[in-house]
């Protein structure tokens, strides 16, 4: 990700109606799959912080470890008082084997330059047996935009790629589904144009929304994490996935 995406990630993130709906379902699938209510988590390509945060916030019972390769983002994160971060990469995790209940890496294997299949058996290698993996992932390369190109997006995943991935490295996965997949036409268009527009600067969809629609937004997203669970989604901007080490 290019430096100035840290910045402003780190400003928004922790209101923004996108980065708050992930998280409340990423920690819905924690609390519903997860063995025990004082889990060691670790969130690998933690960025500037924002899950660690909401985590936090929610429950002060989980262990919570993150780790970036950004020092960027570190520098960040720390500075909002978050100090159990490491500067490593999801290729090269720095713990020993069974050292953690839950891995969570929210948009970090598309990256490019990461490669997601010797990062995937990291993550099985450090969880417990039992263990549960959080993934998601950029869905559909016909949506790529300059929204892309800021962020550095190797490559958009569809679930059987994802499926594929994640078993390959040894977990039995519990749900694959698509999401934000409400929003998924509106935005569809969006970064249709945007690619067709070959004068517009490369900067993330990532900035601050009017207060009124980021909550309607949110609201949105929050109904359509209730389905998950039970309804896999046929489409959406990404890829979300649960599996566990068996």
Not at 52 to 80: E, N, T
Not at 179 to 189: K, M, V, Y
Not at 221 to 229: D, G, T
């Amino acid at each position: 990700m290019e430096p100035a995406e840290y910045r402003i990630m780190s400003q928004v993130e922790d209101t923004h109606w996108w980065f708050l709906g992930l998280r409340h379902l990423t920690l819905q699938s924690i609390c519903r799959y997860a063995i025990g209510t004082k889990s060691s988590i670790l969130d690998a390509g933690c960025g500037t912080g924002g899950l660690l945060r909401f985590i936090s916030a929610q429950s002060r019972s989980h262990r919570l470890v993150g780790i970036d390769i950004s020092r960027i983002a570190l520098d960040l994160l720390r500075s909002a008082g978050k100090p159990s971060v490491a500067c490593a990469s999801v290729e090269k995790l720095p713990f020993r084997s069974q050292s953690f209940d839950v891995v969570t890496s929210l948009d970090v294997l598309y990256t490019r330059g990461i490669d997601a299949h010797w990062a995937a058996r990291e993550f099985f290698h450090v969880l417990k047996p039992g263990g549960l993996l959080i993934v998601n992932l950029p869905a559909f390369e016909f949506i790529r935009s300059t929204h892309d190109k800021a962020i550095r997006t190797g490559h958009r995943y569809q679930k059987r790629e994802v499926v594929t991935l994640l078993e390959g490295a040894g977990f039995s996965v519990t749900i694959a589904t698509y999401w934000n997949t409400f929003l998924f036409p509106i935005i569809c268009l969006i970064r249709l144009l945007r690619s067709r527009d070959t004068c517009r600067q490369h900067s993330s969809d990532v900035k601050a929304t009017p207060s009124a629609l980021n909550y309607l937004l949110l609201q949105i997203l929050r109904l359509e994490n209730r389905l998950v669970a039970s309804l896999p989604l046929p489409f959406g901007t990404s890829v979300f996935c649960i599996a566990q080490k068996q």
